[in-house]
Every structure is written in C-alpha cells, then in structure tokens.
C-alpha cells in the first residue's frame, strides 16, 4: 500500500513539474502560427536623381524578424516630404516638380522608410533656329 502512495505522489509531483515548466514557455517562440513582425522598410531606388518630365517607380520592400523579405509596394502609404519638388502617387510612382531634394516615404503602421531624391536644375540640351534656310530681303 505504502509503495502505491508513494507511486502517486511521485506522479502527482512530475505532473505538477511538467504543468508548471509548459506553463513557461511562451507561446510565440515556440508557436508555428506566430507572425513574424515588420522590422524596416527600404525605398529604392536609392537617393536618385530626377529629370523633369520623366516619372520614375519606387519600391518598398519590408524586412521581417524571421529573416524574410517582401515586396510592399503596392501596400505602403507614400508620401513626400516637399510636394513642391517631388509628388508621389499611391503605388509609388515619383515625378520631378521643381528643382531641389525632397524625402520619399513609405510608411505600414509604424514602420518607414524613405530616401532622397535630387532634381536637379534643367539643362539645356539644343538650340534650334528656324527658318533653317532663311531668304533676306535687300
């Protein structure tokens, strides 16, 4: 009888153990389920330069706490920092307005990323005279 009892209290106690060190472990380390979280975001091209009148495309891609990337153009807000040098569209599209620099955010819930792009002043590229073959007059 006594070594029944001391076969149940031996149990009772590894049970007690086992509950109590599952009871520890926390459920997103060892949860397959648990998500991995956005870490940083970065815009490229990076800290390119403009030319009025050619629209460029950026891109987001956010790098996660498992190690993974992904693509999040099309899921990031964007935004600039100086709308009178540089607009952006929804999906990421940038277009020169004026010269000077300007910031290109993308932004998913706290997390950003941005670069600087440069306009640089217009240059002059041809002259064109016309009449080509002008007739004077005496």
Not at 32 to 53: D, E, K, N, R, Y
Not at 118 to 130: E, G, K, M, N, Y
């Amino acid at each position: 009888m006594r070594t029944r009892w001391l076969t149940l209290a031996f149990l009772f106690a590894l049970i007690c153990v086992i509950s109590s060190l599952t009871g520890c472990i926390s459920p997103n380390v060892y949860s397959p389920t648990s998500q991995p979280t956005l870490q940083s975001i970065a815009v490229t091209p990076a800290s390119p330069a403009l030319v009025f009148g050619t629209p460029q495309q950026f891109t987001a891609m956010g790098a996660y706490s498992d190690g993974s990337h992904k693509d999040l153009t099309s899921t990031v807000s964007w935004s600039s920092d100086k709308t009178r040098v540089a607009t952006v569209s929804t999906s990421g599209m940038v277009a020169a307005v004026a010269q000077g620099t300007a910031d290109i955010i993308a932004t998913s819930g706290s997390t950003n990323g941005q670069t600087t792009v440069t306009v640089p002043a217009p240059t002059l590229q041809s002259i064109a005279v016309t009449p080509a073959s002008p007739t004077l007059a005496f």
